[in-house]
């Protein structure tokens, strides 16, 4: 554990209305979670300092709780990312994570601590998801997800819904445009879709629009229950591709994007990749955003758009929890599962260890919470999640969990945070309020300043020797965990 957990006993939040023994009789009082979930969620808002972007309701929920703008994830793709912030444990990376946990549950004899929502579950919580909130809903596969019973959270959930309408599967609905078209799988070259949309007048004619419909239903009749409730939805956009109802995309069309920040390729032994998901699995018809500024610029205004997409469900499903009263007991949560290259780098995607990859929105906000709208700048990680949690509601710690709780930040904006773990396939990395280090499996080192305008477009790894030798030792004690 990087310190001593922080007791919900031994905490004095104005904001919690309800005791921390967790006892049948307490329980119907306790606060409610509502997570919100976003792939691929760069911290691309106004709120955390994108003046283009349009998110008045993400804004808003940021100026009612505490904005969290170096929140880093633990693994920059989506499966993995999943697992560290459902389970408060680094894992294994790639998006078979939480499979591979499942599969120890169901053939292992040794003890598999539970995931967060199981642990609310278990303590007296209504538990239900809804849309992609683990990387895989319903089960993994093809058209058959629902028909195999292969689940990535086995006892998670009392209910886990992903609608899918005219996409006709989990898989198709992930990776959809309008009009039913989906992404086939394994499809690096053939049959590709589009890399982005403007299309639709319903919201409903791109997918989000069922998953938060489905929330929605979900979240009323959860607030009319007496037993508190978990409920997670998670939004696909602005996963690739990028793809939006028609409206979304009028307010980016004629704006000004801000230059992209250091766009070249890094030099020396890096974290940067070919962009493959982008460059190689959907059609660009020539065109190449590294190579094209009026074409990159093109790419930037559709994800923008879907983060547009995104924000209005994110006020939709903050009007119904306010027009069920349940607002004034609920504990809401935004959460980006990781960053994502418009260009930095010269990287269009995720999977590196850069801070594009990394870097993304956390925003927690409680009832009646101290200092509401302030933002913290302290270094914190998505493991912290879970102990954070735990400590709102007033359940115990979990004492497995790698994460710490943000109790203090919660508390006092201004409160200082701690390192940041992460991890790829080839290497891991530690970011602290100045540096980020990496470490290969080659033994190769990156070490960047963050104090310094050339921030990651400059390693410095050779010339600070000692720096490279104190923050290995670190990160390769916090990887032991």
């Not at 929920?61 to 703008?69: E, I, P």
């Not at 967060?116 to 278990?122: G, L, S, V």
Request: aromatic share 8%.
């Amino acid at each position: 554990m990087k310190r001593i957990l922080l007791l919900a006993t031994a905490i004095s939040l104005s904001f919690l209305c309800t005791s921390s023994a967790a006892t049948a009789e307490s329980r119907s009082a306790q606060p409610n979670i509502l997570l919100i979930c976003v792939d691929d969620l760069r911290p691309e808002l106004k709120s955390f300092g994108v003046d283009y972007i349009h998110s008045p309701n993400i804004d808003r929920l940021a100026a009612s709780g505490r904005a969290f703008h170096n929140h880093y994830v633990n693994a920059p793709t989506c499966g993995a990312s999943r697992y560290t912030m459902l389970t408060g444990l680094y894992g294994s990376y790639g998006n078979q994570a939480l499979f591979k946990r499942a599969e120890k549950l169901a053939s292992s004899d040794a003890a598999i601590p539970p995931s967060m929502p199981e642990w609310f579950r278990n303590n007296g919580y209504k538990t239900v998801s809804v849309g992609k909130v683990s990387h895989h809903p319903g089960g993994w596969g093809g058209e058959d997800w629902y028909d195999n019973n292969v689940l990535e959270m086995p006892g998670a959930w009392d209910r886990q819904l992903m609608p899918t309408g005219q996409w006709k599967h989990p898989r198709g609905a992930m990776h959809a445009l309008a009009h039913g078209e989906i992404k086939p799988i394994g499809s690096f070259s053939g049959n590709k879709i589009d890399a982005f949309q403007s299309e639709g007048e319903k919201d409903t004619d791109q997918h989000d629009g069922l998953i938060v419909d489905a929330g929605l239903e979900q979240l009323e009749n959860l607030a009319g229950a007496h037993t508190p409730f978990f409920l997670a939805i998670g939004m696909i956009k602005p996963h690739l591709p990028f793809g939006s109802p028609e409206r979304y995309m009028d307010p980016y069309k004629s704006v000004e994007l801000p230059p992209i920040p250091h766009p070249e390729k890094p030099e020396g032994q890096t974290t940067w990749h070919g962009s493959g998901e982008f460059m190689g699995q959907y059609h660009h018809y020539g065109q190449d955003p590294r190579e094209d500024d009026a074409y990159a610029d093109e790419v930037r205004r559709h994800y923008a758009a879907c983060v547009s997409y995104v924000d209005h469900h994110v006020g939709e499903i903050l009007a119904k929890l306010a027009e069920t009263g349940a607002d004034k007991n609920t504990i809401v949560v935004l959460w980006g599962d990781h960053g994502w290259h418009l260009g930095e780098q010269s990287i269009w995607g995720k999977h590196s260890l850069f801070e594009e990859s990394l870097r993304s929105p956390l925003i927690i906000s409680a009832p009646g919470m101290k200092n509401p709208g302030q933002k913290s700048t302290a270094v914190i990680e998505t493991v912290d999640l879970f102990p954070t949690l735990c400590d709102l509601t007033g359940l115990d710690q979990p004492d497995f969990a790698h994460g710490t709780s943000l109790i203090p930040q919660i508390e006092k904006p201004n409160a200082p945070g701690h390192t940041a773990y992460a991890y790829n396939g080839n290497a891991q990395t530690l970011r602290t309020d100045r540096y980020r280090f990496t470490l290969h499996r080659d033994g190769g080192t990156e070490l960047y300043d963050h104090t310094s305008s050339e921030k990651e477009a400059q390693n410095i790894a050779t010339q600070f020797p000692r720096k490279v030798a104190e923050l290995k030792q670190l990160l390769l004690q916090t990887a032991a965990r």
